[in-house]
């Protein structure tokens, strides 16, 4: 099978969160874009749905706080339930 480069803009940051994604299942940035394509020829079409969210105000902010937080080094975090059972009761 003969290959072509092809040249792709993308978010940086979402590049590299796919990036990361794609590394822990086995797979390059090249190889899952021929993966989608290759779906998308054999289902004639998307092989997912295209929506709109619609969450409310409260449940994005939330999201974007758990977002947040997720990225903060300050903040503690734990490596088990028995970890955190103890941090809560202290």
Same mark, same amino acid.
């Given at each position: 099978? +003969?290959?072509?480069?092809?040249?792709?803009?993308?978010?940086?940051?979402?590049?590299?969160? *796919? +990036?990361?994604?794609?590394?822990?299942?086995?797979?390059?940035?090249?190889? +899952?874009?021929? &993966?989608?394509?290759?779906?998308? /020829?054999?289902? $004639?079409?998307?092989?997912? =749905?295209?929506? &709109?969210?619609?969450? =409310?105000?409260? #449940?994005?902010?939330?999201? +974007?706080? *758990?977002?947040?937080?997720?990225?903060?080094?300050? /903040?503690? $975090?734990? #490596?088990?339930?028995?970890?955190?059972?103890?941090? &809560?009761?202290?």
């Amino acid at each position: 099978m +003969a290959t072509t480069p092809t040249q792709v803009r993308i978010d940086a940051d979402i590049k590299k969160e *796919a +990036a990361a994604l794609f590394s822990s299942l086995g797979l390059d940035m090249s190889g +899952a874009v021929n &993966l989608f394509l290759h779906q998308c /020829v054999l289902r $004639g079409g998307l092989p997912f =749905s295209v929506e &709109l969210p619609r969450y =409310s105000e409260k #449940t994005l902010s939330a999201m +974007a706080e *758990a977002k947040r937080i997720s990225r903060d080094a300050d /903040v503690k $975090g734990y #490596t088990s339930m028995q970890e955190l059972k103890e941090a &809560l009761e202290s």
